[in-house]
Nanobody, 122 residues
Framework: QLQLVESGGGLVQPGGSLRLSCKAF????????IGWFRQAPGKERELVAC????????DFAGSLEGRATISRDNVKNTVYLQMNSLKPEDTAIYYC???????????????WGQGTQVTVSS
């Protein structure tokens, strides 16, 4: 079975940057569409970006206002989320998820990691 492990979260000051990693085990990420989601306390989970097995990707500027970039390293079997100019409102648990659907809706991701906490605070 596919397992996803996130890392790279932590405490960062406003204006700082983080690169989150999502490493896959048990399968190859190039077989899946991989999405990054985040969920803040009391708020709904939202899709940040996704990268497809065909190399295509989508960024959703509504959440991080163009400050996040998703990328894929098939050799390392890892997907990354680079976040820059972080703001306190970016504080959330960030999850990666996988879908065998090429163009999945947010509810069509079947495999999820445990999440990594990102806290943006002075």
């Amino acid at each position: 079975q596919l397992q996803l492990v996130e890392s790279g979260g932590g405490l960062v000051q406003p204006g700082g940057s983080l690169r989150l990693s999502c490493k896959a085990f048990g399968a190859t990420v190039d077989d899946y569409t991989i999405g990054w989601f985040r969920q803040a306390p009391g708020k709904e989970r939202e899709l940040v970006a996704c990268t497809r097995s065909d190399g295509g990707s989508s960024d959703f500027a509504g959440s991080l206002e163009g400050r996040a970039t998703i990328s894929r390293d098939n050799v390392k079997n890892t997907v990354y989320l680079q976040m820059n100019s972080l703001k306190p409102e970016d504080t959330a648990i960030y999850y990666c998820a996988a879908s065998l659907i090429k163009l999945p809706h947010p509810y069509e991701y079947d495999y999820w990691g445990q999440g990594t906490q990102v806290t943006v605070s002075s």
